[in-house]
């Protein structure tokens, strides 16, 4: 036993460095970058106490847009250690180490153990995965399923043991249950069963694949076809996005933006450059390394199909992320062997240096670039963040109405729509004021002068930075 573990040492204590990094500020507010994903499933977690655990409700009322399997984990951890920002977080995390491991025995399977402890470094440190994979949204869960499926499928494609296909059958469905997308990983592992080695033709395989594909389509779907059921108007806004159209010029532009700075800026400057450098080699071989190349450009699905939405949300590509670590690690495992008549020493101390250099540009990258976005831009205006609207959460105690305009400041109001309304723009406030049918007004942003003069027009004082009562 002792001796298996030190066999993969290396993974034990990437692993861990990849959850201390994480652990940077994980009990900050809810005003970092995407800071809407954040409140709003932190605000249908917070409603699970209210309303049941079968009836998801956020700022848009009862919502079954998205499946409630990640905000029921929020909900626990929220039950288990009370509803705190660190606690919101803690399932992100967990599936952050998972990811990091599921990579690593990916490399492992695909190549060798040297370009397993590349890649798993890489995902633990890239500055965007590690911000991402710990924020209170959907990325980090159903991208460590669909790494599980990846995985799994690849030992059946080795030995054909078949819980090795029934595993990689639930953690599909598991993937694509917390987020639809992630049937987008369907390309990597089809290339993955029909390359499978033995494979017969027969009935059984086609009935197996058939169950494979089926399998992950029931519980989303029955889920989905529960939302149409219920609230058809919110669920067909939710997939057709009527407001943001579909065009060439937006479509082209994202993939450049995504290309040319999202990308790049998640990944990190100096991982990114070295895989572009090394992308033609890897395509040189792309059947060596079809898998991880399938997985990785599968995800650019998703900004040409959704183009507007990426550019306000330019985190779609964040499993992508996982596949370039992978990339990288056979790379450099590729550049190790052709050093193989080397001195073994010089070899791994060069290594070392390497790790230690991209290590120090991840942390310079994710506090220049990530934790830029950590301080509540209005701090300069309150005590603490969000102080006004915890003022008034604790003022309220007869439940009067109040409006506000995103889901971060509702969290902290008390999250529920009954009592907490949401107007998501300045204007929005202001029509909301005018109506004066709110005691208390709580702007995050607040916007232009107007908000300030109707609400002092229509009789409401200041009683904190951003906040206003009804006389």
Same mark, same amino acid.
């Given at each position: 036993?002792?001796?298996?573990?030190?066999?993969?040492?290396?993974?034990?204590?990437?692993?861990?460095?990849?959850?201390?990094?994480?652990?940077?500020?994980?009990?900050?507010?809810?005003?970092?970058?995407?800071?809407?994903?954040?409140?709003?499933?932190?605000?249908?977690?917070?409603?699970?106490?209210?309303?049941? &655990?079968?009836?998801?409700?956020?700022?848009?009322?009862?919502?079954?847009?998205?499946? @409630?399997?990640?905000?029921?984990?929020?909900?626990?951890? *929220?039950?288990?250690?009370?509803?705190?920002?660190?606690?919101?977080?803690? @399932? $992100?995390? *967990?599936?952050?180490?998972?990811?990091?491991?599921?990579?690593?025995?990916?490399?492992?399977?695909?190549?060798?153990?040297?370009?397993?402890?590349?890649?798993?470094? #890489?995902?633990?440190?890239?500055?965007?995965?590690?911000?991402?994979?710990?924020?209170?949204?959907?990325?980090?869960?159903?991208?460590?399923?669909?790494?599980?499926?990846?995985?799994?499928?690849?030992? /059946?494609?080795?030995?054909?043991?078949?819980?090795?296909?029934?595993?990689?059958?639930?953690?599909?469905?598991?993937?694509?249950?917390?987020?639809?997308?992630?049937?987008?990983?369907?390309?990597?592992?089809?290339?993955?069963?029909?390359?499978?080695?033995?494979?017969?033709?027969?009935?059984?395989?086609?009935?197996?694949?058939?169950?494979? &594909?089926?399998?992950?389509?029931?519980?989303?779907?029955?889920?989905?076809?529960?939302?149409?059921?219920?609230?058809?108007?919110?669920?067909?806004?939710? #997939?057709?996005?009527?407001?943001?159209?579909?065009?060439?010029?937006?479509?082209?532009?994202?993939?450049?933006?995504?290309?040319?700075?999202?990308?790049?800026?998640?990944?990190?400057?100096?991982?990114? /450059? @070295?895989?572009?450098? #090394?992308?033609?080699?890897?395509?040189?071989?792309?059947?060596? %390394?079809?898998?991880?190349?399938?997985?990785?450009?599968?995800?650019?699905?998703?900004?040409?199909? *959704?183009?507007?939405?990426?550019?306000?949300?330019?985190?779609?590509?964040?499993?992508?992320?996982?596949?370039?670590?992978?990339?990288?690690?056979?790379?450099?495992?590729?550049?190790?062997?052709?050093?193989?008549?080397?001195?073994?020493?010089?070899?791994?101390?060069? &290594?070392?240096?390497?790790?230690?250099?991209?290590?120090?540009?991840?942390? %310079?990258?994710?506090?220049?670039?990530?934790?830029?976005?950590?301080?509540?831009?209005?701090?300069?205006?309150? @005590?603490?963040?969000?102080?006004?609207?915890?003022?008034?959460?604790?003022?309220?105690?007869?439940?009067?109405?109040?409006?506000?305009?995103?889901?971060?400041?509702?969290?902290?109001?008390? $999250?529920?729509?009954?009592?907490?309304?949401?107007?998501?723009?300045?204007?929005?406030?202001?029509?909301?004021?005018?109506?004066?049918?709110?005691?208390? #007004?709580?702007?995050?942003?607040?916007?232009? /002068?107007?908000?300030?003069?109707? &609400?002092?027009?229509?009789?409401?004082?200041?009683?904190?930075?951003?906040?206003?009562?009804?006389?």
């Amino acid at each position: 036993m002792i001796e298996r573990v030190k066999g993969y040492k290396n993974i034990i204590l990437i692993t861990f460095l990849g959850i201390a990094l994480r652990l940077i500020d994980i009990a900050r507010p809810f005003s970092g970058l995407y800071k809407w994903n954040e409140g709003h499933y932190a605000v249908t977690a917070l409603n699970y106490f209210r309303y049941g &655990l079968l009836i998801p409700v956020n700022e848009y009322g009862v919502d079954l847009t998205t499946t @409630p399997f990640y905000t029921w984990m929020v909900y626990l951890s *929220f039950r288990i250690f009370g509803p705190f920002e660190w606690a919101a977080r803690l @399932p $992100g995390l *967990f599936f952050a180490a998972a990811s990091i491991v599921l990579v690593y025995f990916i490399a492992e399977e695909l190549y060798n153990r040297r370009a397993a402890t590349v890649a798993a470094f #890489v995902a633990a440190s890239a500055p965007g995965i590690v911000y991402y994979s710990r924020n209170v949204q959907l990325e980090s869960p159903f991208t460590a399923f669909s790494l599980a499926a990846l995985l799994f499928l690849l030992y /059946y494609r080795k030995n054909g043991e078949h819980r090795f296909f029934l595993s990689s059958a639930l953690s599909l469905s598991l993937a694509v249950f917390t987020k639809y997308v992630a049937i987008l990983t369907l390309p990597a592992l089809l290339w993955i069963w029909f390359e499978k080695e033995g494979r017969k033709d027969g009935k059984t395989e086609n009935r197996r694949l058939i169950t494979y &594909l089926a399998l992950p389509l029931l519980p989303a779907g029955i889920w989905a076809g529960l939302a149409l059921l219920i609230s058809p108007g919110l669920t067909t806004w939710y #997939v057709s996005k009527p407001e943001a159209p579909w065009n060439a010029a937006t479509m082209l532009f994202a993939l450049y933006s995504a290309l040319a700075n999202y990308i790049p800026q998640d990944m990190g400057n100096h991982y990114y /450059y @070295p895989f572009l450098i #090394v992308l033609p080699l890897l395509l040189t071989k792309m059947r060596r %390394h079809a898998v991880m190349l399938i997985y990785t450009a599968s995800w650019l699905t998703l900004i040409i199909a *959704f183009p507007t939405f990426y550019l306000n949300n330019s985190y779609y590509h964040y499993p992508m992320l996982y596949g370039i670590a992978v990339l990288l690690g056979a790379a450099v495992a590729e550049v190790e062997t052709t050093l193989a008549g080397r001195e073994k020493t010089r070899v791994k101390s060069a &290594l070392a240096l390497v790790a230690v250099i991209m290590l120090v540009l991840s942390v %310079h990258s994710y506090n220049t670039v990530f934790r830029s976005y950590y301080t509540d831009f209005s701090e300069t205006t309150e @005590p603490t963040p969000f102080y006004s609207a915890r003022l008034v959460a604790a003022q309220n105690t007869g439940k009067d109405f109040v409006v506000t305009d995103l889901p971060m400041s509702m969290f902290y109001l008390g $999250g529920d729509p009954a009592q907490v309304k949401l107007a998501y723009t300045t204007q929005g406030l202001i029509t909301a004021t005018k109506s004066e049918r709110y005691t208390y #007004v709580v702007p995050y942003y607040m916007g232009n /002068y107007t908000l300030k003069s109707v &609400l002092e027009e229509h009789g409401y004082t200041q009683i904190a930075p951003r906040a206003w009562k009804k006389k």
